[in-house]
Each structure stands twice: as structure tokens, then as C-alpha cells.
């Protein structure tokens, strides 16, 4: 057993280690005392210490750098001077006679003046005790300050956590696709989840030039892409949405609607069922005028008269129509309904909401390349297919066979923009974090800045995978609202390199260090153990 | 108003120093015969001989509990050595931990002390329990004089570092070695004296250089000034560079005081001179043990002053921290003791007072 | 007998026997007609409407067009009943005879020609019939295998008759290394490659493995030919198809000549041509039928010229078909016979084709006690050509004794118990019935009583619940 330093002092949750000469501890390094039970511990703080008083020091120095120390130096100089680490005692490990590990928080000291040593893998052998492989959700390696535990796989329970909502923090550069790359290409496999991907960076599926999860061997079976854009790789999927499947709730909080407006929206709906939105555009004098011809009212035809007649404000149509334009895309011209982005009036994408939802109900990724789409389109996409995916949750739950699907989990880049505080309707991003876990329907928020989410929301976040990050305010949004009490590791959170996170989550006993591989490099694991592709026969090759 | 009185303060004292020149060295005892400055006492050093062993040995005490009828103390008396400029593991134990308790003797002229050694395998380096009177402590004849008890815990100290220097010199130490003890060699404590011919008498048998480093010293010179300082002043003057040493200082005849007296700089650019002094020191080669002394006076934590006298110290050292949780211990252990309160009592109404 | 709630949903044993819905996933939402109240208007019938207006002839082929048809999903030799199975083959002689007269130079038949893959050598022999008819008139025939008549081994109808030399067969190719090459055809320097079919949507990792940039640089005017859904236009009714995504596609054919949906569609697909599915000749089953009563199946006369694209929608002529919706809800079972007898006695049935469909919760009775067999032999005297019995949804009131089962959660009780109710009760409002009606009863009370929020405002809370409400009742509107 390789001793780095031992106790000298502290309180709980402020033990103060002095480091053995030689070795060198970081910050965010695990260190453990005792063999079982084991109290593993984690620096947050280094500072140094002295034999010497500050003056003294002062004037040493002075006396080397002034030129009048020569021949002068520390004797002994391991004795004098060194490192005070200061950690706090994360989790307190017994395994029990019939070889099970109780792990629990710590609630005494290690023992005063406890030889302290390195983790090994071992130490972390409660990890994954009792877990199921088949529900695990991949995060990284376990980290100990800079050094990785490449053996040690952290992984958490999926079903839990992707219900309980996962928030990834992080500054531009720190990891966070990376992450989330990494974790979904270990999800792709995994039967329990349905993972929507709004992808307004396009960077998940992958091309030519970067891998994603089309790399993945089973990206066949298990990943759907859709994208807008007619060069997309083989396989991929038109992102085209019918204009039958957008519903007025769908607007809600996506789009800001005046209440005049959405009560002119509702009454088109009811008037018109799925083919609202066409005829919004569709209305020609004539035509209006022909299907309401006993609602006319003062000259005016079509939509607008229609809903006049109903008490609707003058003009409200009008800013109605605008905002839906802009949120879908559509315009008219000249008489012409021009369509610029993925909803469309026409024929197709008549079953592509359904087609997601049917996706992620038999557990499959599906990504969705938003890149092309205004921000508006993009979120409006998202909420039909979450609003879809609720309403058939509820339903299963209702009929009590909820149980039997897989767990649903959307993953929102820059997510304050949907969970961002509003005064007006909640969306159903904002519902989906409140209540779904209820049915099984779950967030993965990606995010730089976590102070922009309301409180109740982060608060609703239970796993948080904090990577770099050196905003203060950001730290302590994330902090306040972590399941572990984070108070401490401000700063080892401001110095994480890239791919270097700390887990704090309901889920787990303390805040785990983890390190996430380049996703290329899990790439190429991967492919390196795939088995060879079998011949392929066609059956008209006779002919 | 406050400036005003300092300026003449300073007055007063540049005056001083301004004749510090015309003065010797001063002894008020008779047994001392002082011999003026003379720029050509100063000595360089000269180079150390290889292989020897350095040992410095210090001592701690602090009263813990007292009243007018009892004082226990807690002292520790600790040593290190260095060979080569590396600590040298000795095997002897590195510190001595005892209880000492002062009770007033039978004879009430009298303290008797007595020895509780924390681990009873360390009474063998303990001297015997003895009794002292109590005038050694005051310099008063006066019946009503002030004999404070617990200054009694000081020659429990002392009897027990030079007994335990004594052992070391016979156990640990050879011929050529150096054992520098915390102090001068002059003993003033009634039987201190024969503790310190015992522990000459092993560095004689054994041919180890015994020496006392003072790190403060009282002595001064005929116009009162500090004599070390008048012998750094002299240096400066003269321009006597570098490290040095300066000597005879004083014929000295004092019976309980057997050592030669030097004023020395360890350390070239240290503003410290101090005065050290070895027994018997005539006919040894003195440059090479100062030296020694030096060598181990580079550390940059107390440069000029030996690093083993810093380390000695610390590890003798009684914390007061650690009198706290000694003096609860201790306390609640005498609770059973009939009438204890009413007799700490009488001594420490300054404790609640300054509390308030 | 144990009780059932309405939330199960599965079909009465009786019903299963019906082999032609078994292909049927949901009815289009179209079709779900409420049958009137009153007792004047006790039957409800909707006559064949085929479309509002036919599509305009076919122009005649000009002097340097390539005209061709394109048929799909003929589907010879579907239904049990004899007279369904011919008026199918007589559709898809319609169909030969209209490409014939509109001069078409080539036939496309993008699969399933067959229902099978091994036919009734009866109906088998009539299409050989009809293929030599063209071959003898020099008009050539691309067969595609479909889903239906495919063979792993090539042991089809397909591969007999492609031997007698009556048509080219689509779709060879072959693997090299792990690229699928398909072969092409042509028709005069316009090629003409076939993708074939498999069954379950199996052909999907052929196009994953597909060769496209060697399809691609083959010269334009081409055309490809498929039988697989696309992903982009799959229709609602095929939920649970396999469909291919468009960009599996190779790019850049004048025409994809597609068959297995069956419903006709044309879409100008940018980056890629124009896709057509012509949809059925006739059908294969019930709900095919039902969408005929609504439009008429065809196929496409396609005319190339100077590298554009022309189509021409042609229906096949097919008997009027007559759909017969009756709601049995809150009505004795000889209440409703009798209502049943009524309407067939009355009816004027004479060369059509009537698609009975009962379904509803009887008051009292069983369902065989309706004895809709007697009904249709009246259909049939009364000069019907068939009678399609659809009575999947006709179910019995007097199964539906609820127990309440104590093993149950709260919420499940609750759902029973207002299913129940809602079962029980009748109202003019069709969504208010049924399970409809309890979903909505259930959806609606769980919307209200919710509670105010810790953080939430009076007014937002008024909103909240206010706006749940108003999406339960907009969905239930939708789906009435």
C-alpha cells in the first residue's frame, strides 16, 4: 500500500492531509484510508505548510533571491515544508461478511493521524455492485483528480436517471458533445431508452469527416436520423412535418401567443381539425367565402370572418397568422403557398411525428439534425414530438402499461431555452421537467448557462454532470441545486480539463469524478472488436 | 505626543551605542576577569573535520496546574544529531516526556520534586526525585519573600537535560563528536552542579566536545551594551567579513561555570552573533568545531543559527495547546481530591479575571 | 363471464373469422360515420361517390413520346369470395386493355401482380392470357417482385411466366462484395431498373447496401422501379410498415416507378424526380375496398417526352361499391335485426358491391342473434354482385357486468367504474360514448383536479388548468 500522506487534522468535511514528500495529491484526487471498511475521500483544496512562520519564510527568501543565501538551504526540507491537502470525506464503503458493499455517507472521521493512500479500481467496487448491466447509463471512467481509472466504468441506473433528468454544464470546449456522444453511443444498444436528439449542431449522426453514431454497429437497427437537408447521408430520413400534426397547445411557450391569438387559434382548429394550418394559407376570398358563405359578415370573407363572427379582434388573424408563418416557415406569395422549412401543407410527413414516436417507443435514438431550422421550427418540432410522446405515456398510464415501454429521454442543447424562465404558458419541455418522470418520460438538458433555468427546474434535475466550468455564477447555480453538497468544489469545477466531470446525482452516494474518452477513440474500440460483416446474398442475383 | 517621547527614547540609546567602543566585556562576578577588544581575537573558521556526529539536546516545561501548595508541570527534554549534514537516528528516545510535581518538603525551606515519566520505561533517563530550597529561587533572604512554586518545574527541567545529555554522551556519542546543549554551561541551581560534572565527566571519558549555544544572552559591557552586539560592531568597523569567531572574551575562574566563552557568526550575512561556549575548550581545534556548528547553521529557516537547536526546540516544546488538554485531564483526575478547588483557588483568580 | 372493461379492446372470436379485414391496421378516420338516430333514418348508406370529378382523358400520344403504364399491387388471385376475386382480375384486364388503348409503348407492374407468389392456376391462367394479348401486340411487360409474390428461391408465378417469355422481370443484381449492383433493363436506350421486394420490408438492407453512384451516372431519361414504402410519404395507415428513407434512394431518375402503398401519390421529390404510387387496381382487402367506394383505383399513363415527365392518372373501371355503416349502441339485438332486415328489404342493390359494417354495443341480445348472414342473403336477392360482412366492433352489452376487483389500484377501479357508466350511458355526442367517451370523462377530470401549485400563482394556475382542459376537449373534438 503506497501511503501519500496522513491525516493531521480537520473536521468533518475539512480533514487536512499532509502530503508525503515525493508524492504529489491534486485536486479532485481520490485518496482512501483503511482496507473495509474504507473512507474514501476527495481534495478539494491544496495549500502549503510550514514549519516556518511567514516571516521567517519571507526572509529566507529574501535571503536566496537578495543573494545573500548562498550555501544557504532548507535542511531537511521534507520535514519543514510541504503540502496540506485539504479533503472531504465522500463515502464510507463496508463490504459486508456475504461480500456485499454497504456504501453510505460519511458521518464520523477516519480515524486522527489514518495513513492515507491512493484509490485503486478496487475501492470502487460498490459502484457497480448489485447493478443492472443491461439498465446502465455510461458517463466515463472513474477519475482521480487527473488520472484516470480507465478499468473503473462509471455508469449510473438508466431508467432512473433519465426520468429524474439529466443536466450537462459546461463552458464552450469542456466536453459537453463529447459526453454526450459518448453516452449515447453505449445507449444505442441498450433496449430501456428511447433517445430524441434535437441536434442543432448536426454533430451526433456523424459524416465523412466525424464520426457519430451512424459508426456505431448497430446504427442500422437502432438509429433513426432525420434531416432536413437532401445531401444527407445514406440512410437518413427527410425531416418533413406535416402541417396535420402541429396542434395549437403545441405553440405553447414556444411561440409568444396573446391570448386573443390563441383563442382565434383554437376556434380555427375546431373549425378546420388537422387542416387548420392549411387553410390558414389555403384562404383564398373565394374559397372563404364559398365555406362560410352564411357566416359573412360585412364584406368580409373566409377565416377572418369566421372569426369575427366569434368576437375575434380585427387584425388578431392577421399577427396570428404572421407568428405561425415565422414559427413554421410557411409563407404565402402571390396566392402561392411557399414552404422554406420542414412543415409542410402538402402530402408527405404525414406520419413522420408518428414514426418518432414509434421509434422511441421501441427504444431506438433518434436523432433529428436541426441545423437547417430556424429556432423557432426547431423547438416547435421538439414539442410536437414531446407533446406526442406525453400523450401517449399518459395513455399507457392510464391503462397501467406504462410499465412495458422503454423510458423516453430528449436531449435539449442549450436547454434554458426552452426551460428559461417565462411568465407565459409552460411548454411542454417545462412539463416534461416538472412531472414527467411520472411517465417515464425524461430531460437531458445541455447547457453553459445553468443560472438561466428557473430554480424548480434545476431543483427537478437530479443528475447533474458538471464539467468545466470557470463562470462563478454558473458554478453556483449548479452547486446550490446538486444532490451532494458541492460547497467546496467551486474551484475544482473551475479546473476541469475537457472531459473531465464530476457526477452529482440522486443516484449515486457522492459526486463522482469521472473522466469521458474521446468519443473517436470509443469509436475505434468499438470497431476494432466488431466481428466481420456476413456475405450478403440478393435474390434476384440468379437472373 | 507619543512620536515626541520615542524620539527622545531613541536619543538616549544612539548615545549609548555611541560609546560602546570605549567599553570591555563586563562581568560583575569576581570570578571573571575581563579582557579587552582587540580587533586581531577575531578567527576565521577552520575546516571541519569529516565523520563527526552533532547532537543538541533542549528542554521544555509548563506548568499545568499549580497552587500555593503544589505546581505539576509537564516537561519534555528532547535530542536530534546530524552526521553529514542527515538527521541521525540515535538509540537513545528522542524526547523524554515526564509529569514533574512540586509539593513544599518536609523541611518547608524546601521544594520536593518529584518524576512521573509518562512511559515508566523512561524513568531510567530521569534524574532521581530531589529536594531544593526554595531560596534558589528568589534572591531574597526575605521569609516573606515570594518562592514561587512552579519556578521549581524549571530545575526539574534542567537537572533532567543535562542527566539525559550525560546518557546520550555515553550511549550514542565518540570520540571527535559534538553535544551542544540549549544554553550556557554556567549552573546556578543548587545541585545543578553535579549533574554538569557528571555529564563533563562522560564527554571527557568518551572525548566528545561539550559546548552551550546561547541563544540569548544577558552579558554586556562596561558602557552596557549588549556584549554580542559589541563584538559585531567592532567586526563591521574593522571589516572582519564572513563568518567568525571571537575570543578570549574573559579569564574565567567561576567554579559553576566551566566553559571558555565565544562570541561567534555562524552565518555571514545574518544580522546574529552568539555567544557559545565549549568546556575545556582550550587546546581544541575551535575554528573546526564552529565550523561544524556553522555547517549546520545554513538552513534557510534560521540562517546563523543551528538548524538542530531549531528542531531540538520544536520537538521539546510544551504547546500551550497542549496544557490545555493536559491541565482538563489532570483536573478532572484531582476532582476526588479533597479541598484540590479551594486550593487552586488561591492562584488562579487572574485566569477568571482576564476571562471576563 | 368474466367482465370486461371497454378499455379492451380486442375483437369478439366471432370477428376474427372476417379474412378480409385481417390486413386492415385502422380504419381511416374518414369512414367513421355516425349512424343517424331517428328511425326514418335508421340505415345509413353512403353510394359509391367515386370522385367528384373524374380525371381528365388521357391526351393522345404525340409523334416522339415514349408513353407507358405503370401498374401496382394487382394483387390477382386475393379474396375467398369468388366474385371479389374476379371482379379483381376483371380490374386489372381493365387496366391492360385501357394501357393498350391509350397506346402505351411499355407496361411497368411495380410488384404484386399475384397475391401469392403460387395463385390459383385459374387466375394464373387469365393473366398468362392477358400477357400474351400484349406480347402479341409488341407491347413489353417490366414485372417487379412484390412482397406478396416473391419467392426466396424464385419459385413465383413471376419466374413461370417470365420463362414463357410473356414479360421481363425486374430486379436482378447481385452482390459485389458489399455493394448490391442491380442490373438494368431498357426500353429503347431508356433504362429501366428494378429493386425488388421482399417480404416484411426486408429489401430495406438492400438499399442500405445499394450501388446508387453506378445507378446515378446511367444516362437520363430512367426510370426505377420499387415496391417498398418511403419513409417521407408513409401514409397513416401503415403504421407499422417498414419503410425506406428517401435518401437510400439513388438520385436523379425522370421516374420512380413505385408500388406496395396502397394509395395513389405523386410527389416531385427536389434532388431526386418524380415519385408516383398509382395505388391498387382493385384491392386486397376490406379497407382497400372502402377507399374505392371513396376514389377510384387506376393506374398511370406516363408519357416521356423530350425528357420530361407527363402523368395521367387512368381509373379502371370497377362495379359501384356501396358502404353500409350501422351503429348497434343501446339497441336490442332484434331491434337492430329488425332494423338491419329494413334497410336490406328496401334497398336497391342491383351490380354492386355492399360493404355492411355493424358495430356498436347491443342493449340486450347477443350478436349472433342479429343474424346478419340472413341479411346479406337478402342483400344478394336484392341483385348485390357481393355482401362484405364487417360486424368486427358489434359486441354485447350483457358481458359487461363489472366486478370490481379489490387486487386493482384506485385508479384502475376508477377507470372501470366510469367506463362503465360511460358504456352504459348513450348520447347523441358520439365522442361522449364509448371509450372515447370514458377517456375523455377520465382526461377531463384529471385535468381538473389538479391542484395549485406551491410557486404558482392564482392566475397562472387558472390558466394552467384551464389550458389542459381546453386540449382535452380540442383532442377529443379532433378525433370525433
Redesign the interface.
Known amino acids: 500500500m503506497e501511503i501519500c500522506g496522513q491525516i493531521v487534522s480537520g473536521e468533518h468535511g475539512e480533514i487536512f492531509i499532509r502530503q508525503k514528500s515525493g508524492e504529489t495529491l491534486e485536486i479532485g484526487e481520490m485518496l482512501a484510508v483503511g482496507e473495509n471498511p474504507i473512507s474514501i475521500m476527495m481534495v478539494y483544496d491544496l495549500t502549503y505548510g510550514s ?2 512562520s511567514q516571516g ?2 519571507e526572509l ?2 529574501g ?2 533571491i537578495e543573494g ?2 548562498a ?6 526540507e521534507n520535514l ?1 515544508n510541504y503540502v496540506i491537502a485539504k479533503v472531504k470525506a465522500v463515502a464510507y464503503v463496508k463490504k459486508n461478511v456475504n461480500g456485499k458493499y454497504e456504501a453510505s455517507i460519511p458521518k464520523s472521521l477516519p480515524q486522527f493521524f489514518s495513513k492515507v493512500r491512493k484509490v485503486t479500481s478496487a475501492d470502487f467496487e460498490f459502484l457497480s455492485d448489485g447493478k443492472n448491466a443491461e439498465h446502465s447509463l455510461y458517463l466515463g471512467c472513474l477519475r482521480s483528480g487527473s488520472s484516470r481509472l480507465k478499468d473503473m466504468e462509471i455508469t449510473i441506473d438508466g431508467p432512473d436517471a433519465l426520468t429524474h433528468h439529466i443536466l450537462i454544464t459546461a463552458t464552450t470546449g469542456r466536453g459537453k458533445s463529447n459526453l454526450v456522444k459518448a453516452m449515447l453511443w453505449k445507449l444505442l444498444d441498450k433496449e430501456y431508452c428511447g433517445i430524441l436528439v434535437l441536434d442543432p449542431h448536426d454533430e451526433y449522426f456523424g459524416n465523412s469527416a466525424a464520426p457519430g453514431m451512424r459508426d456505431h454497429p448497430k446504427a ?1 437497427e437502432n438509429v433513426v436520423y432525420y434531416s432536413p437537408s ?9 425531416l ?1 412535418i406535416n402541417t396535420k400534426s402541429v ?3 403545441h405553440f ?1 411557450g414556444v411561440v409568444n401567443i396573446t391570448d386573443a391569438q390563441s383563442q382565434a387559434m ?1 376556434l380555427i ?2 373549425r378546420y ?2 387542416d387548420w394550418i392549411r387553410k390558414m394559407f389555403e384562404e383564398s376570398a373565394e374559397a372563404a367565402s364559398l365555406a362560410f358563405s352564411d357566416e359573412r359578415t360585412g364584406g368580409k370573407s373566409g377565416i377572418e370572418a369566421y372569426l369575427e363572427s366569434r368576437g375575434v379582434m380585427e387584425g388578431t388573424f392577421a399577427a396570428l397568422k404572421r407568428k405561425i408563418s415565422v414559427a413554421l416557415d410557411i409563407f404565402e406569395e402571390g396566392g402561392k403557398i411557399i414552404e422554406k422549412g420542414v412543415f409542410t401543407t ?7 411525428a ?2 418518432i414516436l ?1 421509434a422511441l417507443e421501441s427504444g431506438k435514438k433518434v436523432i433529428i439534425d436541426t441545423s437547417r431550422l430556424s429556432s423557432y421550427a426547431e423547438i416547435l418540432v421538439g414539442s410536437i414530438i414531446a407533446n406526442k410522446v406525453f ?1 401517449k405515456y399518459a395513455e399507457y398510464k ?3 402499461t406504462l410499465d412495458g415501454k422503454p423510458v423516453v429521454s430528449i436531449v435539449l442543447e442549450e436547454a434554458p431555452r426552452v426551460l428559461g424562465a417565462s411568465d407565459g ?2 411548454n411542454v419541455f417545462g412539463r416534461i421537467a416538472r412531472e414527467g418522470r411520472k411517465f417515464k418520460i425524461g430531460l437531458i438538458g445541455i447547457t453553459q448557462l445553468a443560472s438561466l433555468i428557473p430554480r ?1 427546474v434545476l431543483a427537478n434535475m437530479n443528475t447533474k454532470i458538471i464539467l468545466g466550468n470557470e463562470m462563478e455564477a454558473e458554478r453556483r447555480a449548479i452547486i446550490e441545486s446538486a444532490a451532494q453538497d458541492l460547497s467546496t468544489e467551486s474551484k475544482m469545477i473551475a479546473s476541469l480539463e475537457k472531459g473531465e466531470a464530476l457526477v452529482s446525482s440522486i443516484f449515486t452516494k457522492f459526486a463522482i469524478p469521472i473522466y469521458t474518452p474521446l468519443f473517436n477513440d470509443i469509436v475505434k474500440e468499438t470497431k476494432a472488436a466488431e466481428s466481420k ?1 456476413p ?9 | 505626543m507619543f512620536d515626541n517621547c520615542v524620539s527622545k527614547i531613541a536619543d538616549i540609546l544612539s548615545s549609548q551605542s555611541a560609546s560602546f567602543e570605549a567599553g570591555a566585556p563586563y562581568f560583575a562576578d569576581s570570578h571573571y576577569k575581563a579582557i579587552p577588544f582587540d580587533v586581531s581575537n577575531f578567527r576565521k573558521f577552520a575546516p571541519k573535520r569529516n565523520g563527526s556526529t552533532l547532537c543538541f539536546v533542549d528542554g521544555g516545561n509548563l506548568d499545568i496546574v499549580s497552587a500555593p501548595n503544589f505546581s505539576i508541570q509537564f516537561l519534555r527534554i528532547a535530542s536530534v544529531a ?1 552526521k553529514g ?1 542527515k ?1 541521525l537516528p540515535l538509540s537513545l528516545p528522542q524526547r523524554i516526556e515526564s509529569i514533574a510535581l512540586v509539593t513544599h518538603a518536609s523541611d518547608l525551606r524546601k521544594f520536593k520534586v518529584q518524576y512521573f515519566p509518562l512511559d515508566d520505561g523512561q524513568r531510567q533517563y530521569l534524574p532521581q526525585d530531589f529536594e531544593i530550597s526554595k531560596s534558589s529561587f528568589s534572591n531574597s533572604q526575605d521569609e516573606l519573600a515570594q518562592h514561587p512554586i512552579s519556578a521549581a518545574g524549571g530545575a526539574a527541567r534542567k537537572f533532567a537535560e543535562w542527566n539525559y545529555g550525560a546518557r546520550i554522551i555515553r550511549e550514542c556519542l565518540d570520540k571527535g563528536d559534538i553535544f551542544v546543549r540549549d544554553g550556557a554551561l554556567q549552573v546556578g541551581l543548587e545541585g545543578e552542579e553535579k549533574f554538569a560534572t557528571d555529564a563533563y565527566a562522560a564527554a571527557n571519558d568518551k572525548g566528545v566536545i561539550f559546548s552551550g549555544f546561547a541563544k540569548t544572552s544577558t552579558l554586556v559591557t562596561t558602557t552596557g551594551f549588549p556584549l554580542t552586539a559589541s563584538v559585531q560592531m567592532l567586526a563591521n568597523k574593522h571589516n572582519v567579513g564572513g563568518a567568525w569567531y571571537y575570543a578570549p572574551l574573559a579569564e574565567n575562574q567561576n567554579p559553576r561555570h566551566l566553559g571558555d566563552i565565544f562570541v561567534g557568526k555562524f ?3 545574518s544580522p546574529y552573533a552568539f555567544r557559545f561556549e565549549i568546556h575545556n575548550g582550550a587546546g581544541r581545534e575551535v575554528g573546526a568545531i564552529f565550523e561544524e556548528i556553522a555547517d ?1 547553521s ?6 546563523g543559527y543551528p ?1 538542530g537547536l531549531v ?1 531540538a526546540d ?1 520537538l521539546a516544546r510544551v504547546e500551550m495547546g497542549e496544557r490545555d488538554a493536559l491541565q482538563a485531564r489532570i483536573k478532572l483526575q484531582l476532582s476526588r481530591v479533597k479541598g484540590i478547588r479551594e486550593c487552586i483557588a488561591a492562584t488562579d483568580a487572574h485566569k477568571i479575571i482576564s476571562g471576563l | 363471464m368474466p367482465s370486461k372493461s371497454i ?1 379492451d379492446f380486442s375483437n369478439s372470436g366471432d370477428a376474427a373469422k372476417n379474412e378480409e379485414t385481417k390486413e386492415k391496421k385502422a380504419p381511416r378516420e374518414k369512414h367513421k360515420r355516425e349512424a343517424p338516430r331517428s328511425a326514418a333514418a335508421h340505415k345509413h348508406e353512403i353510394s359509391k361517390s367515386k370522385i367528384a370529378q373524374p380525371p381528365a382523358p388521357v391526351p393522345p400520344k404525340k409523334e416522339g413520346t415514349i408513353r407507358f403504364a405503370h401498374l401496382a399491387d394487382c394483387h390477382l388471385g386475393a379474396f375467398r369470395d369468388d366474385t371479389l376475386r374476379e371482379l379483381n382480375i376483371k380490374a386489372f384486364e381493365n387496366a391492360i386493355d385501357k394501357s393498350v388503348a391509350e397506346g402505351a409503348d411499355f407496361i411497368i407492374i411495380a410488384g404484386d401482380l399475384f397475391h401469392t407468389n403460387v395463385p390459383d392456376m385459374r387466375v394464373a391462367e387469365r393473366c398468362a392470357r392477358k400477357l400474351r394479348h400484349l406480347k402479341e401486340k409488341g407491347i413489353e411487360v417490366f414485372v417487379l ?1 412484390g412482397s406478396h409474390d ?1 419467392s ?1 428461391n ?1 419459385k413465383s408465378i413471376i419466374d413461370v411466366l417470365k420463362g414463357a417469355g410473356l414479360f421481363n ?1 425486374l ?5 459485389v462484395g ?1 455493394k ?1 449492383k ?2 438494368p433493363s431498357e426500353f429503347r436506350g431508356i433504362p429501366i431498373i428494378g429493386l ?1 421486394a ?1 417480404t416484411s420490408g426486408l429489401e430495406k ?2 438499399y ?2 445499394l450501388d ?1 453512384e453506378a445507378l446515378e451516372a446511367l444516362p437520363n431519361p430512367k426510370i426505377f422501379v420499387y415496391h417498398s414504402a418511403i ?6 395507415f ?3 410498415a417498414e ?1 425506406v ?4 434512394f439513388p438520385k436523379g431518375f425522370a421516374y420512380y416507378a413505385g408500388g406496395h402503398v396502397h394509395e395513389r ?1 405523386e ?1 416531385d421529390e ?2 431526386y424526380g418524380t415519385f408516383v404510387f398509382p395505388g391498387h387496381t382493385f384491392g386486397a382487402d376490406f379497407r382497400d375496398l372502402e377507399s374505392d367506394a371513396e376514389e377510384a383505383p387506376g393506374f398511370y399513363i406516363v408519357d416521356i417526352e423530350s425528357g420530361a415527365i407527363n402523368l395521367h392518372f387512368v381509373p379502371v373501371e370497377i362495379p359501384e361499391i356501396m358502404l353500409a355503416d350501422f351503429k348497434a349502441d343501446g339497441k336490442g339485438a332484434l331491434e337492430f335485426k329488425e332494423e338491419l332486415q329494413h334497410w336490406a328489404n328496401g334497398g336497391n342493390f342491383a351490380g354492386k358491391i355492399v360493404m355492411l359494417r355493424v358495430a356498436g354495443k347491443l342493449a340486450s341480445g347477443k350478436p349472433n342473434e342479429v343474424e346478419l348472414e340472413k341479411i346479406r342473403e337478402t342483400v344478394l336477392e336484392k341483385g348485390a354482385l357481393v355482401c362484405v360482412l364487417n360486424r368486427g366492433s358489434l359486441s354485447s352489452a350483457e358481458r359487461l357486468a363489472v366486478q370490481i376487483d379489490t387486487s386493482k ?1 384506485k ?2 377501479i376508477e ?1 372501470e367504474i366510469i367506463g362503465e357508466f360511460v358504456s352504459k350511458a348513450s348520447f347523441k355526442d358520439d365522442a361522449l360514448n364509448g371509450k372515447k367517451g370514458a ?1 375523455l370523462a ?1 382526461s377531463l377530470s384529471g385535468a381538473l383536479k389538479q391542484e395549485q401549485r406551491a ?1 404558482e400563482t392564482k392566475d397562472t394556475y387558472h ?2 388548468v384551464f ?1 389542459d382542459v ?2 382535452v376537449m ?2 377529443a ?2 378525433q370525433k
Open positions: 514549519q516556518l521567517n519564510l529566507a527568501s535571503m536566496h545573500m543565501g550555501g544557504l538551504s532548507f535542511m531537511e519543514q442500422k437532401a445531401s444527407a447521408p445514406k440512410g437518413s430520413i427527410t418533413r396542434k395549437p397547445w405553447n383554437h382548429y375546431q381539425r388537422d402538402k402530402e408527405t410527413g404525414i406520419g413522420a408518428d414514426d414509434a400523450e392510464s391503462a397501467g404558458e409552460i424548480e460483416q456475405v450478403r446474398k440478393y435474390v434476384g442475383s440468379d437472373d | 546530524f549534514g538527521r552565518f555571514e550575512h549546520n545554513r538552513d534557510l529557516s534560521f540562517p538548524y528542531v520544536k | 378499455f417482385y416473391y426466396p424464385e422481370k430486379g436482378g443484381g447481385e452482390y458489399d448490391l442491380l442490373k425488388l421482399r438492407s438492400d442500405e447496401h446508387t419513409a417521407e410519404y408513409r401514409p397513416s401503415l403504421k407499422d419503410c428513407p428517401l435518401s437510400l401519390r410527389v427536389r434532388g389500484s385508479d384502475e377507470r377517456e377520465i410557486n390558466r394552467r389550458g381546453r386540449k380540442d383532442s373534438e379532433g
